[in-house]
């Protein structure tokens, strides 16, 4: 069986069935959830040349039907029936389908699952719809940088390869009048039992487990297919048409960087992680503090880009300022002068092993996660490996291996990498000092390039670099725990307050875990000062200093960060400080001092270039690539900047950057310190003694830091929260048009909200249970996921982006429509409809639901799976402590509050969901936005119907000046 956790109380079973197909079962007897993942080991490489993007398609019509269970969303109706949902994915070498329900249900989903592999339809009726999916998942790819990368970094590798095939697929791949006869013969040639991993996670016992897998999934044939294998290489070694290359390219936002990527051509997927973890460390000597420091980069990230069966690409990526965008040569010296220092020293045993060490800490005490990532992570894992002892990939398992490692190091050289270098500075019409002209166009997202051949000098230059003292290689880590002894107990079933006089000025926290058996701390802290109005300038201050102390607190934090400690600080209109990892005391202690020193040791006097280069430019990129946010984000953003003082238009910020110096940095921090008071929440391994220790030396660091003057007030400025939210007008639909900000836009977004109110509210239900306005707004949720789903993308295909739910937004609750899509016929006008179509038609379904017996039971399904996502248990440690600092940090620390939920659930009928939909989605009292952003090729109305009500905002800010009440109390 696989080798688990220390704190894994799972139990787990490997089995093969006599189809060959093999099965992991994990029985958790305390999820409340459950998930099986089925992986087939064929991806989009196996595209025939002439349908490519046929794999991803196929991944989408499996859903469409099958022979037992013939309903087109009938596997998306289930799901969200039992409180769930489902999904797929497909990349190179494997295709993922999984799901998440109750656990009730976790058998017939497998079956309706199961079914893809044993009696699909890929009926002809759906073809169109789902061709239709791809393209809209296509045609999302135009608004971000990862897919025109990829595909532009694979178009330029070896043709022969599979690799270099475009993966995704659009109508123009697919729109083929054999396309049902060919998806039939790519699912005869690939789709066979001895090609598919299965996951199993439910609440069931092993054997019952078992007994399913062996009763649902003997029926799935195997065709005795073999694995499909690739012997070209995307990247032949020493074919300078494919490596020794420099790509430049224009990115869709507004970034500069560089990406350096080594193939290593070693068979049966190498651990790369001693390599990874050298170049992407951020401590003393690094790479990364060599270049920051000089102004050259502002992040680095050494990761493993692709893998395959026969070889793997690893990269280095760094952010550039301009004074790196106009000097790659110098990085890639740089790089190649840390690659000498590290096989000058050649592979460094002890540090290999510190490696190791680290990893075997954190997969020890690995906390558990969502039985659909993991189940997904599991099945797709166990179609690389062959020993079920490796399934959950497990550190210990690694052996020191010098010659190994030394093969790998030997890849990286300076005759095998390519280097890609991405600005919106390089021009398609001549040369600039940042590179080539860019002549070419990559063939699927259209992303100018140009690709050259690495001077034969440079790369002599590289081979013969000379050591710089300043790169040396990690130090011993001082922050390792060696303290993993559970304390003994003594907490409450509760947070509970500590008084002792160190920290009788602040409200401290406290809460002993004693069910994770976990030896981790979690500790939060809110500081909060004397309110203060809210502005742009304050805003670009707080994201200033948070920049400042990431950078500067890199060199001494990034040891802890490597064994998982983290620590950090959110500056805003309050500041939150939170810390995590092992509950070791020395080193808990060392995190703190060292976190909070730094502060106040921040450099306000660094020369005003590097400034510049490091600090403005990277938060001024931010702001300039809010433009390049896909229309279904801006659409959200518009309807909050409507409603939040806070929120304001990237404009504002992009004039306002360039005044701010780092004095005024500083002062925001000093001013920010005058008075303040301070919540904390300190839970896991911890006795009350040492929360206090924690919590008094936070404070002290923070007390001496500070200016004179400043001081610390116990008080609940929590309680006094005023609400940043602004109500919407009654029985009105406000109305935002906008034009997609970057011109090449091609989709085209709306998102629907309705405003309900604040969460501790009741609002017209004065007589009712606490929280009973936010269980019916849950339930509205839980009622229209897949009616959604099924009207918006499966019926009238406005976009593979279509989706309802509520959610919490500064404590307010709202319901939202989103849809995103590229059909020219329908654009937002269209999408915004369609939104008012649906809710209305769904509203008479509900109504029709109610009358019928059919009707009748799904509602107290539906309450049955509510409550019983209520009264769920956190899975995690994590999980627990977000849960009660979501009550710490809230004005009512109200810690019953499930309880109190469930208690409104069960009162809750039928007809008071229905006097809530009508009253906050269709009445006259309704609060409603339609925020619309319209892509390239869509054209804006302009007119709105007043008869409806609707009201058209030209100038959001102007608009939200005129607002003056706000959610201080509910109506």
């Known amino acids: 069986?696989?080798?688990?956790?220390?704190?894994?109380?799972?139990?787990?079973?490997?089995?093969?069935?006599?189809?060959?197909?093999?099965?992991?079962?994990?029985?958790?007897?305390?999820?409340?959830?459950?998930?099986?993942?089925?992986?087939?080991?064929?991806?989009?490489?196996?595209?025939?040349?002439?349908?490519?993007?046929?794999?991803?398609?196929?991944?989408?019509?499996?859903?469409?039907?099958?022979?037992?269970?013939?309903?087109?969303?009938?596997?998306?109706?289930?799901?969200?029936?039992?409180?769930?949902?489902?999904?797929?994915?497909t990349d190179d070498s494997n295709t993922n389908y999984h799901f998440l329900v109750e656990n009730r249900a976790l058998k017939n989903m497998t079956d309706i699952y199961a079914q893809f592999f044993i009696g699909p339809l890929l009926r002809k009726d759906s073809l169109e719809r789902e061709m239709q999916a791809v393209q809209s998942e296509y045609m999302m790819g135009f608004s971000v940088d990862f897919w025109p990368e990829y595909e532009m970094m694979m178009g330029n590798s070896n043709p022969e390869s599979p690799f270099s095939r475009f993966s995704t697929g659009s109508i123009s791949t697919l729109n083929r009048t054999d396309i049902q006869d060919r998806l039939w013969e790519f699912y005869d040639r690939y789709y066979s039992a001895n090609l598919i991993t299965v996951a199993i996670i439910g609440n069931e016992t092993l054997d019952t487990l078992q007994e399913w897998?062996?009763?649902?999934?003997?029926?799935?044939?195997?065709?005795?297919?073999?694995?499909?294998?690739?012997?070209?290489?995307?990247?032949?070694?020493?074919?300078?048409?494919?490596?020794?290359?420099?790509?430049?390219?224009?990115?869709?936002?507004?970034?500069?960087?560089?990406?350096?990527?080594?193939?290593?051509?070693?068979?049966?997927?190498?651990?790369?992680?001693?390599?990874?973890?050298?170049m992407g460390y951020e401590g003393k000597g690094s790479?990364?503090?060599?270049?920051?420091?000089?102004?050259?980069?502002?992040?680095?990230?050494?990761?493993?880009?692709?893998?395959?069966?026969?070889?793997?690409?690893?990269?280095?990526?760094?952010?550039?300022?301009?004074?790196?965008?106009?000097?790659?040569?110098?990085?890639?010296?740089?790089?190649?002068?840390?690659?000498?220092?590290?096989?000058?020293?050649?592979?460094?045993?002890?540090?290999?092993?510190?490696?190791?060490?680290?990893?075997?800490?954190?997969?020890?005490?690995?906390?558990?996660?969502?039985?659909?990532?993991?189940?997904?992570?599991?099945?797709?894992?166990?179609?690389?490996?062959?020993?079920?002892?490796?399934?959950?990939?497990?550190?210990?398992?690694?052996?020191?291996?010098?010659?190994?490692?030394?093969?790998?190091?030997?890849?990286?050289?300076?005759?095998?990498?390519?280097?890609?270098?991405?600005?919106?500075?390089?021009?398609?019409?001549?040369?600039t000092v940042y590179g080539p002209e860019l002549k070419e166009k990559e063939k699927w997202y259209n992303t100018p390039y140009e690709n050259i051949q690495i001077d034969e000098a440079d790369i002599k230059n590289y081979e013969t670099v000379e050591l710089d003292d300043e790169l040396t290689l990690p130090e011993t880590n001082p922050f390792i725990p060696d303290d993993f002894n559970m304390r003994e107990y003594e907490g409450e079933e509760q947070p509970v307050t500590v008084n002792t006089a160190g920290v009788s000025d602040m409200t401290v926290w406290w809460y002993q875990d004693k069910e994770f058996n976990q030896p981790k701390i979690y500790l939060g802290c809110r500081v909060q000062p004397s309110p203060s109005t809210p502005s742009v300038k304050n805003t670009l201050l707080s994201e200033m200093l948070s920049t400042i102390f990431q950078r500067e607190t890199s060199e001494s934090l990034y040891p802890a960060v490597s064994v998982d400690y983290s620590m950090s600080f959110l500056f805003d209109d309050y500041w939150v400080m939170t810390l995590s990892g092992f509950s070791d005391e020395d080193k808990v202690k060392k995190v703190i001092e060292s976190g909070l020193d730094s502060l106040f040791q921040l450099d306000f006097a660094q020369e005003e270039e590097h400034f510049n280069a490091t600090i403005r430019e990277p938060i001024r990129k931010e702001y300039l690539n809010v433009k390049n946010w896909m229309p279904a984000q801006l659409s959200r953003r518009y309807a909050r900047m409507v409603q939040d003082e806070y929120l304001f238009d990237y404009p504002e910020a992009l004039e306002k950057i360039d005044t701010l110096t780092q004095s005024d940095v500083k002062t925001l921090r000093d001013n920010f310190l005058k008075n303040i008071a301070i919540d904390c929440s300190i839970m896991g391994n911890v006795v009350k003694q040492q929360s206090a220790e924690y919590a008094e030396i936070l404070k002290n660091k923070l007390v001496t830091g500070a200016e004179a003057g400043s001081t610390i007030v116990k008080e609940n400025r929590l309680a006094t929260y005023i609400y940043p939210v602004y109500k919407l007008p009654q029985n009105r639909t406000l109305v935002i048009r906008q034009k997609a900000v970057n011109p090449d836009e091609p989709n085209s977004g709306v998102l629907t909200q309705f405003q309900i109110g604040p969460i501790e509210s009741n609002g017209p239900y004065t007589d009712r249970l606490p929280y009973t306005r936010y269980v019916l707004a849950t339930l509205l949720g839980l009622m229209m996921r897949e009616p959604c789903f099924n009207y918006l993308r499966t019926q009238q295909q406005l976009g593979y982006v279509a989706s309802c739910f509520e959610e919490e937004y500064k404590d307010i609750m709202v319901f939202n429509i989103l849809v995103q899509g590229s059909r020219e016929d329908a654009g937002a006008a269209v999408i915004a409809e369609q939104h008012d179509i649906f809710v209305d038609l769904q509203y008479d379904k509900f109504v029709n639901q109610s009358k019928s017996v059919e009707g009748k039971q799904l509602w107290q399904d539906i309450k049955v799976a509510l409550r019983k996502q209520i009264e769920e248990k956190p899975i995690s440690l994590s999980e627990k402590n977000s849960q009660f600092n979501k009550e710490i940090f809230s004005p009512t620390r109200d810690f019953e509050r499930k309880e109190k939920k469930v208690k409104a659930l069960e009162t809750i009928t039928m007809d008071d969901f229905l006097g809530f939909y009508?009253?906050?989605?269709?009445?006259?009292?309704?609060?409603?936005?339609?925020?619309?952003?319209?892509?390239?090729?869509?054209?804006?109305?302009?007119?709105?119907?007043?008869?409806?009500?609707?009201?058209?905002?030209?100038?959001i800010q102007k608009y939200r000046a005129d607002l003056t009440e706000r959610f201080a109390e509910d109506e």
């Open 287 to 431: 790479l990364y503090q060599y270049l920051s420091t000089r102004g050259y980069i502002t992040s680095l990230l050494s990761s493993i880009s692709t893998e395959a069966q026969n070889f793997v690409l690893v990269s280095v990526t760094c952010d550039l300022t301009e004074m790196g965008l106009q000097n790659p040569k110098v990085i890639v010296k740089a790089l190649f002068q840390f690659v000498k220092r590290i096989k000058e020293n050649g592979v460094n045993e002890q540090l290999w092993k510190e490696n190791k060490q680290i990893d075997e800490l954190k997969f020890k005490f690995k906390e558990k996660e969502d039985p659909a990532t993991y189940a997904s992570t599991i099945s797709a894992h166990m179609a690389r490996v062959i020993d079920p002892r490796d399934y959950l990939d497990p550190p210990s398992r690694r052996i020191y291996n010098r010659t190994l490692e030394e093969e790998i190091m030997a890849h990286i050289r300076p005759d095998n990498f390519n280097m890609y270098i991405s600005t919106l500075k390089l021009k398609t019409d001549q040369t």
């Open 1 to 89: 069986k696989p080798i688990t956790p220390d704190s894994d109380y799972r139990e787990y079973r490997v089995i093969q069935l006599t189809n060959s197909m093999v099965v992991t079962l994990i029985s958790d007897p305390d999820t409340r959830t459950a998930s099986t993942s089925f992986n087939v080991a064929v991806g989009s490489t196996c595209n025939p040349d002439d349908v490519l993007g046929l794999a991803h398609y196929l991944e989408h019509m499996l859903f469409m039907g099958t022979e037992k269970f013939p309903q087109e969303n009938h596997a998306d109706k289930y799901a969200s029936d039992n409180d769930g949902w489902i999904n797929a994915w």
């Open 918 to 955: 009508s009253r906050y989605l269709m009445g006259a009292k309704r609060r409603k936005i339609s925020a619309q952003v319209y892509g390239k090729n869509d054209v804006l109305p302009e007119t709105v119907d007043a008869e409806k009500g609707e009201v058209l905002i030209t100038n």
């Open 213 to 278: 897998a062996e009763e649902i999934f003997t029926a799935i044939p195997n065709k005795e297919k073999s694995k499909p294998v690739f012997n070209q290489l995307p990247f032949p070694p020493g074919d300078r048409r494919y490596i020794s290359r420099a790509i430049y390219y224009q990115p869709k936002s507004d970034k500069d960087s560089i990406k350096l990527v080594f193939p290593i051509n070693i068979p049966d997927y190498p651990n790369l992680s001693y390599f990874t973890y050298l």
